[in-house]
């Protein structure tokens, strides 16, 4: 059942060496594909890298960035943060790295006058933008579903994210598109064991 996959799906962050086959990732990117999006846009692409230079590139490019502001982190709280930072490159020990691109939605801003208050316009471009964004995250909780379903390990990273500036430009991501998470995959080195959850009772709120 689909629950039961999502429920023992894990994030995975080592990965043996060997690069699965292209036919695999091609699958994952069938599903991912399959998603909903606003307007039915399907406003994603995906970058598929598999060189290992440029691999390194980024998670050098991340490294730096994480290194950067970890000099202007309380100094109570640095050694934390270089911990947590040092998830931001765990990408760079997968054979294969999934990057998804999103285009903000441009219906309706192209439909209202210059009349239109500033506040409304900030909401509508908000909402079109975080359209877009919804449309790739969806695409690629499809991507990791399919993953685990073929036996693969994966994960979902933003953290790289610091780095955004530098990501673009190593990945030469045209500037209509934005990055939007990164996703390593790769055979898994390791089994996670299942994290807490809080229970669907404790985040939910009935309005009726």
Do not use: C
Not at 65 to 80: G, K, L, N, Q
Not at 130 to 146: C, P, Q, R, T, Y
Request: cysteine-free.
């Amino acid at each position: 059942m689909i629950t039961d996959l999502m429920k023992s799906r894990r994030s995975v962050r080592r990965f043996k060496p060997e690069r699965p086959p292209r036919e695999r990732i091609e699958a994952l990117l069938d599903a991912a594909v399959s998603a909903p999006s606003a307007s039915n846009k399907q406003p994603w692409r995906f970058l598929v890298v598999t060189r290992r230079a440029t691999i390194e590139a980024l998670a050098a490019a991340v490294r730096e960035s994480t290194d950067r502001i970890a000099r202007h982190v309380e100094p109570t709280m640095e050694a934390s943060f270089r911990a947590y930072g040092d998830y931001f490159t765990r990408f760079e020990g997968a054979p294969v790295v999934i990057v998804g691109l999103f285009k903000r939605l441009t219906v309706l801003s192209n439909l209202v006058d210059a009349r239109l208050p500033a506040d409304d316009r900030a909401r509508i471009e908000l909402m079109e933008r975080d359209s877009g964004l919804m449309g790739v995250a969806m695409a690629l909780e499809n991507l990791l579903l399919a993953a685990h379903e073929a036996g693969l390990g994966a994960s979902g990273m933003t953290g790289p994210l610091v780095a955004a500036d530098r990501i673009r430009a190593i990945l030469e991501v045209p500037p209509s598109w934005e990055v939007a998470a990164f996703v390593p995959v790769g055979w898994p080195a390791e089994e996670p064991p299942a994290t807490d959850r809080k229970p669907a009772e404790k985040v939910t709120t009935w309005i009726e």
